[in-house]
C-alpha cells in the first residue's frame, strides 16, 4: 500500500469554526508533512512530525494546530481561520525525513468564508 | 534563507519533442533533490530524483542532471507524449523548498 489519503476532500467553513483535517498511511513511514498549496503556486511546507514528534514548524500561525496521535496518522486542526487560509492542504509521508521520497495524499480543499 | 528558482514557468512542445526543466538553489549543503508531477486534483507524484554523489539518472524517457558546482539541476524528459502535460515541481534545501513550478502542455 504506498497511499496516502486524505479526508475530507472539500471543507468550507466559516471563520468562527472548529473543524480537523485527517491524513493517514500504512507504508511505516515515520516522517509526516503537512503543505498548503494556493492556486498556481507551489506546495508550502507547514509542519514536519517526525517519529511522532513535532520536528519542523515553519512558523505557522496558531490557529491551525497539528497532532500526530500514533505513526499512520496526522491530523490538522483549523480555528478562527480567515479567507486567505483558503487553499489545498496536502498531507505527505517519506521513509526518515524530508531527504527522501515523499508520498503525497489528494488534498483537502479548504474554503474559509 | 533557501531559494529555488525553476525555469520555464510555461513550457509547450509538440508530442514526440523533447523537454527541459531547470532548477537552480542557493543552499550548499542539499544533497537530495527530487522532481514532482502534479496533475489537476492530485497531490505531486515524485518522477525522479538524483542524489548529490551521483552527477545523471535515467529512468525510461526521463532523466535528471545535476551541477553541484553550478548549484543546478535538470530535468529531461523525451519523446514527449500528451499524457506527460502537468506541472512539475523542483525542491531541494534541508527544508525541501520547491521551485515554482513549470506549467508542460504537449501538444498532439
Known amino acids: 500500500d504506498t497511499e496516502v489519503t486524505q479526508t475530507p476532500k472539500h471543507l468550507v467553513m466559516g471563520m468562527t469554526n472548529k473543524k480537523s483535517l485527517k491524513c493517514e498511511q500504512h507504508?511505516?513511514?515515520?516522517?509526516m508533512y503537512w503543505y498548503k498549496q494556493k492556486a498556481k503556486k507551489p506546495p508550502e511546507l507547514m509542519f514536519v512530525y517526525s517519529y511522532e514528534k513535532l520536528s519542523i514548524n515553519e512558523s505557522v500561525p496558531s490557529r491551525f494546530s497539528p497532532e500526530c496521535p500514533n505513526s499512520s496518522l496526522l491530523n490538522l486542526h483549523l480555528h478562527a481561520l480567515q479567507p486567505e487560509d483558503s487553499a489545498l492542504y496536502l498531507c505527505?509521508?517519506?521513509?526518515?525525513?524530508?531527504?527522501?521520497?515523499?508520498?503525497f495524499g489528494p488534498g483537502t480543499r479548504l474554503t474559509v468564508l | 534563507g533557501e531559494n529555488v528558482e525553476q525555469h520555464p514557468s510555461t513550457l509547450s512542445v509538440q508530442e514526440g519533442d523533447s523537454a527541459v526543466i531547470k532548477c537552480t538553489y542557493s543552499d550548499s549543503a542539499s544533497n537530495y533533490f527530487p522532481w514532482y508531477k502534479q496533475e489537476l486534483g492530485k497531490g505531486p507524484q515524485l518522477i525522479i530524483d538524483?542524489?548529490?554523489?551521483?552527477g545523471e539518472k535515467k529512468d525510461q524517457r526521463i532523466a535528471v542532471t545535476l551541477n553541484k558546482t553550478a548549484k543546478h539541476f535538470s530535468l529531461h524528459i523525451t519523446e514527449t507524449q500528451p499524457e506527460d502535460s502537468a506541472v512539475y515541481f523542483c525542491a531541494a534545501g534541508a527544508r525541501m523548498r520547491f521551485g515554482a513550478g513549470t506549467r508542460l502542455t504537449v501538444k498532439p
Open positions: 505527505a509521508s517519506s521513509h526518515i525525513d524530508l531527504g527522501n521520497e515523499q508520498f
Open positions: 507504508m511505516g513511514h515515520r516522517a
Open positions: 538524483i542524489r548529490s554523489n551521483v
